[in-house]
């Protein structure tokens, strides 16, 4: 029995010096606890910057996407102004080429025509020359009275032949290359195939006819070379 009230006085006087402490925690959660927090504190440092990249790069890829933009068009403006220009040379070329044929089809037509014109006409002056010949031969046989034309002058008679002949085959020779004689008694007055000389009253006959045809005319290939000299009749 004393003991038992020894070792109680004991535990009695060992109670105030004890002190109440929290429960412990056992060191693996402790540290367990401390690692999610850290775990946590670097998520959330991990992924504040990424969203900030991801901006960032939205945002440059937006501006480079801008820039690709501003540049096509650029592009395309510059495209456009220069399929513009091309058009426009284009066009002047085409009315340049359009010209270039029209000149050269009228120089190849107009070069044609003098040609043409040299083969018909290059013996106009050939012919000019002989039509005096003709005049010299006209004169001859008018000169002649034909009552002088009898056998009594069969010389004069020969000679007067052989003229008419020689005339008649000058005319044919003309004929053959395009050289027509132009004698226009009692036709209207033309001036582009008569040349009037004077002007005489002719009773019976219209104003303005050929009354008389001094000088006959003659045309190469209906181009008058020589217009007959007429003389005219007046208005009474």
């Known amino acids: 029995?004393?003991?038992?009230?020894?070792?109680?006085?004991?535990?009695?006087?060992?109670?105030?010096?004890?002190?109440?402490?929290?429960?412990?925690?056992s060191s693996s959660s402790r540290y367990e606890s401390r690692g999610l927090c850290t775990v946590v504190k670097e998520e959330k440092k991990e992924a504040e910057p990424i969203e900030k990249t991801e901006c960032e790069n939205?945002?440059?890829?937006?501006?480079?996407?801008?820039?690709?933009?501003?540049?096509?068009?650029?592009?395309?403006?510059?495209?456009?102004?220069?399929?513009?220009?091309?058009?426009?040379k284009v066009t002047d070329l085409e009315d340049k080429y359009k010209r270039a044929?029209?000149?050269?089809?009228?120089?190849?037509?107009?070069m044609k025509r003098q040609i043409d014109d040299a083969r018909l006409f290059g013996i106009q002056g050939f012919c000019k020359d002989l039509l005096e010949v003709a005049d010299v031969l006209a004169k001859a046989t008018e000169s002649v009275p034909a009552e002088e034309l009898t056998d009594r002058n069969p010389h004069l008679k020969n000679l007067f032949d052989g003229l008419k002949m020689t005339e008649s085959?000058?005319?044919?020779?003309?004929?053959k290359h395009g050289l027509v004689m132009i004698n226009p008694i009692g036709e209207k007055f033309d001036p582009n195939f008569h040349e009037?000389?004077?002007?005489?009253?002719?009773?019976?006959?219209?104003?303005?006819?050929?009354?008389?045809?001094?000088?006959?005319?003659?045309?190469?290939?209906?181009?008058?070379?020589?217009?007959?000299?007429?003389?005219?009749?007046?208005?009474?």
Do not use: W
């Open 169 to 175: 085959q000058l005319l044919k020779v003309f004929a």
């Open 58 to 88: 939205k945002y440059n890829t937006t501006q480079e996407n801008d820039e690709k933009v501003a540049e096509i068009g650029e592009s395309l403006k510059a495209v456009l102004l220069e399929t513009k220009t091309l058009g426009l």
């Open 1 to 25: 029995m004393a003991s038992s009230l020894s070792m109680c006085s004991k535990i009695l006087r060992l109670i105030p010096s004890v002190r109440l402490y929290p429960p412990l925690r």
């Open 196 to 236: 009037a000389l004077f002007q005489l009253p002719a009773e019976g006959k219209e104003p303005g006819t050929v009354a008389i045809v001094t000088k006959i005319g003659y045309q190469l290939h209906q181009r008058t070379i020589r217009p007959a000299v007429v003389g005219v009749v007046k208005v009474s």
């Open 101 to 110: 044929l029209a000149e050269t089809e009228n120089v190849r037509i107009r």
